[in-house]
Nanobody
Framework: QVQLVESGGGSVQAGGSLRLSCAASGRTFSSYAMGWFRQAPGKEREFVAAITRSGDKTYYADSVKGRFTISIDNAKNMKYLQMNSLKPEDTAVYYC?????????????????WGQGTQVTVSS
């Protein structure tokens, strides 16, 4: 079992930056691959970024590639999503998640644990 709590959301103008944090309690991050997902009103939850258990590989949705960076600090049981050059279409609730899977880490269906979400609003 692992409990996840996101923080760092807020409102920002287009072109700005935010850093989301995800704190874990229970089993350590090193037991899971970790991902960030987002859900805008009226839309399905979508993949944003993921990182392997070891932290050696990262994956990004095409829509955020080059702007967002996922990272982990296993010693602190923390995960981060640095978001730069934000756009209004990035507005959504962002969720931190953990999965036992080592293969399907870009697929929302394979995630076992979820945080409560944090709102990110980008104004034009």
């Amino acid at each position: 079992q692992v409990q996840l709590v996101e923080s760092g959301g807020g409102s920002v103008q287009a072109g700005g930056s935010l850093r989301l944090s995800c704190a874990a309690s229970g089993r350590t991050f090193s037991s899971y691959a970790m991902g960030w997902f987002r859900q805008a009103p009226g839309k399905e939850r979508e993949f944003v970024a993921a990182i392997t258990r070891s932290g050696d590989k990262t994956y990004y949705a095409d829509s955020v590639k080059g702007r967002f960076t996922i990272s982990i600090d296993n010693a602190k049981n923390m995960k981060y999503l640095q978001m730069n050059s934000l756009k209004p279409e990035d507005t959504a609730v962002y969720y931190c998640a953990a999965t036992y899977s080592s293969i399907f880490i870009m697929n929302v269906r394979y995630y076992n644990y979820w945080g409560q979400g944090t709102q990110v609003t980008v104004s034009s």
